[in-house]
């Protein structure tokens, strides 16, 4: 089984810390992904990786970066973390198909952050 | 540009009767087709896809899911619905012609369902 772990379940950060948020996958999967979940507003994507050192923003790159300088690991940083950066956050993998099309997304279970 | 609708924010579904989540989505070219469970403070688990092929997908869990190009839909459904189907359900979208390197899927808002006994 696909396995995708986040480094914490729950955080709580004051306004203006540098955040980390670390996700592992075990399958060798060479795209990853993070997510943020709002109530009502779906799933966010914030940045992506289809290869090492490689990142694409999403639709919500701003006030976040990322880091991937291992296949299996993809990193997530709130240079300053703001209040309305509280939300639930999601990382993803994949594998790249023979055609080049996406596969299946694994999730892992989430960091809920909320900063103070 | 790809878009994915969730119409419904909540559906409410006696136990043992059949369930529909329903989903309609808006691609330039042909779509890739997904549906996710969210279980309370979890991720999301995969459940189906449909990438081509048989309009019906079954998929993990008894859930299945209709693809239907006429209507733009691709909604979810289960025969016989259980109390622990409860869960948030999303639909995501990915446009087949996106260029390589692009793999970004468009989520739905999400269908809370809730099983009643």
């Known amino acids: 089984d696909v396995k995708v772990t986040q480094s914490s379940r729950y955080l709580v950060k004051r306004t203006g810390e540098k955040v980390f948020l670390e996700c592992v996958q075990d399958m060798d999967h060479e795209n990853m992904f993070w997510y943020r979940q709002d109530p009502g507003l779906g799933l966010r994507l914030i940045y992506f990786?289809?290869?090492?050192?490689?990142?694409e923003k999403g639709d919500i790159p701003e006030g976040y970066s990322v880091s991937r300088e291992k296949k299996e690991r993809f990193s997530l940083i709130l240079e300053s973390a703001s209040t309305n950066q509280t939300s639930m956050y999601l990382c993803?993998?994949?594998?790249?198909?023979?055609?080049?099309?996406?596969?299946?997304?694994?999730f892992g279970p989430g960091t809920r952050l909320t900063v103070l | 540009a790809q878009s994915v609708a969730q119409p419904e924010d909540q559906v409410n579904v006696a136990e043992g009767n059949p369930l529909t989540v329903k989903c309609t989505y808006s691609v330039s070219g042909n779509p890739y087709l997904f549906w996710y469970v969210q279980y309370p403070n979890r991720g999301l688990q995969f459940l189906l896809k449909y990438i081509t092929g048989d309009n019906l997908v079954k998929g993990s869990y008894g859930f299945e899911a209709e693809f239907n190009k006429s209507q733009t839909s691709f909604h979810l459904k289960k025969p016989s619905a259980l109390v622990s189907d409860s869960a948030l359900y999303f639909c995501?979208?990915?446009?087949?012609?996106?260029?390589?390197?692009?793999?970004?899927?468009?989520f739905g808002k999400g269908t809370k369902l809730s099983v009643i006994p």
């Open positions: 995501a979208v990915r446009d087949a012609y996106s260029g390589a390197g692009s793999y970004q899927l468009t």
């Open positions: 993803a993998s994949s594998q790249t198909t023979k055609a080049k099309s996406p596969d299946t997304q694994y």
């Open positions: 990786s289809y290869d090492v050192k490689m990142k």
